[in-house]
């Protein structure tokens, strides 16, 4: 058996792996370590894991994972977001499915806070689900509205995910930033065009408000949601004016994010503790996937397996065909796997691909974090489907969400489409970036 059939009988041992729901951390590991010593030596084998953890814990770079995520965790336990629906509520009125329409809206302002699907999701499913089934709407419209619109954590920037993507494919984290913004503005226009059509074509999927606001109450809404935009435009505006690094804003959005809450008078020592608990269990959970997909890189490098995939998949000089292929390859991995799981698992595999099509990886990387915001609501695991079932309980069904998720999925396939055939729409940003 030659390298590469090792490599690749490593690959479907780790799928197998994975079936058998062993955490992909340690299943990534076990193939790369077993792998390489088969390939090589069993001291090879022990050098790098010994030396991949530290060289990648190590890079200065990755500290942005724990700061912008205590930044969202801070953001959320300050209170920073939670007259966020009623705020969004009372600005939106009067258009055809307002309250979803607020939804989508307050998750993606919520979601350039927090950096994460599944905190966008959990915490409006609880504020924004349960008022709009009080007021009549179709329970599919109402949490397919906050589970799709939970997944622009993953595109708005400040993303977690970008972040990872970034340091893998070794690309300008900030440039990826910007990249997001319009793709993530895109997404969420799509979410609301969809949800006033359905709504004006069948009103009773969403029931118009009675109320209609006062002046008063919008000056009012105005007031609520002025944290989350001066902390979105004090992160992202530094780092596209350059006055601080990507690295350096997750600090900054977290002391930003302090500072307005001692403004608001909303501080509180205890909530600080519990945010700080939570960005290290979750940047730890992220750091052992993380070190098991970088293992696995060496070894699928040692095996030629990328190299031979290239001579396999780039029969021809389209990007276009190179990218759909990915992203069949990526929305069918979505119905079973995890985001931060996909990504690592088949970076090491598939960006020598795109390094050798010649693809701008600034453009793909917004491709593949939509395409990972898509798996986040597509059965049979859709994560953000399961989160928002176990915060409202017995209100709705599982069938109910994700029949409700479908409509928002075939917008996002729309939005797809666009960033595909429009790679403009992610790069013109960071084009004019210094």
């Keep these: ?15 197998l792996l994975l079936a058998l729901r062993v955490p992909i951390g340690v299943g990534l590991a076990l193939v790369a370590f077993f792998g390489v010593a088969i390939v090589t030596n069993g001291n090879v084998a022990f050098g790098l894991l010994s030396n991949v953890p530290y060289e990648f814990i190590g890079d200065w770079s990755l500290s942005a994972v724990p700061m912008f995520m ?14 966020l629906f009623g705020a969004m509520r009372i600005l939106l009125a009067g258009l055809p499915g307002s309250l979803a329409v607020s939804s989508v809206s307050a998750c993606a302002m919520f979601a350039a806070a927090s950096g994460s699907s599944v905190a966008t999701s959990a915490s409006m499913s609880r504020i924004a689900v349960p008022e709009m089934l009080k007021l009549g709407y179709n329970p599919g419209l109402a949490t397919g509205a906050v589970a799709s619109a939970g997944t622009l954590g993953s595109l708005i920037p400040p993303s977690i995910l970008m972040v990872i993507f970034g340091i893998f494919a070794e690309v300008s984290i900030g440039k ?9 503005i895109l997404s969420a226009i799509m979410f609301c065009l969809m949800i006033i059509i359905r709504a004006k074509l069948n009103p009773k999927l969403a029931p118009d408000m009675v109320e209609k606001p006062s002046t008063a109450d919008r000056i009012w809404a105005l007031r609520q949601i002025w944290p989350l935009p001066l902390l979105v435009v004090g992160v992202l505006g530094g780092i596209y004016a350059g006055i601080f690094t990507p690295t350096e804003a997750g600090a900054v959005g977290s002391g930003l994010t302090v500072l307005i809450a001692l403004v608001q008078r909303n501080f509180n020592w205890m909530r600080a503790w519990t945010a700080a608990r939570q960005a290290v269990e979750g940047t730890a959970s992220i750091f052992i996937i993380a070190v098991g997909a970088g293992l696995f890189a060496r070894f699928m490098a040692l095996t030629g397996v990328p190299d031979f995939l290239a001579g396999s998949f780039l029969t021809s000089d389209s990007q276009i065909l190179l990218i759909l292929q990915l992203s069949l390859l990526f929305l069918l991995l979505g119905c079973f796997i995890d985001s931060i799981g996909i990504m690592l698992l088949t970076l090491p595999i598939i960006l020598p691909l ?3 099509a010649d693809v701008s990886l600034i453009w793909f990387g917004v491709i593949l974090i939509k395409l990972l915001e898509i798996g986040l609501v597509t059965p049979p695991v859709g994560l953000n489907v399961f989160v928002m079932k176990s915060s409202l309980g017995n209100l709705v069904t599982l069938p109910q969400i994700f029949r409700g998720v479908s409509w928002f999925i075939v917008a996002d396939l729309v939005t797809l489409g666009l960033l595909i055939a429009f790679p403009a729409i992610s790069l013109w940003l960071p084009s004019m970036m210094r």
């Design 1 to 15: 058996m030659d390298r590469v059939e090792m490599g690749l009988v490593g690959i479907a041992v780790l799928l």
């Design 70 to 83: 205590f930044m969202g965790f801070l953001a959320t336990e300050m209170k920073l977001t939670s007259s």
């Design 176 to 184: 990826l930033f910007a990249a997001g913004i319009l793709p993530g």
């Design 354 to 356: 795109l390094h050798q």
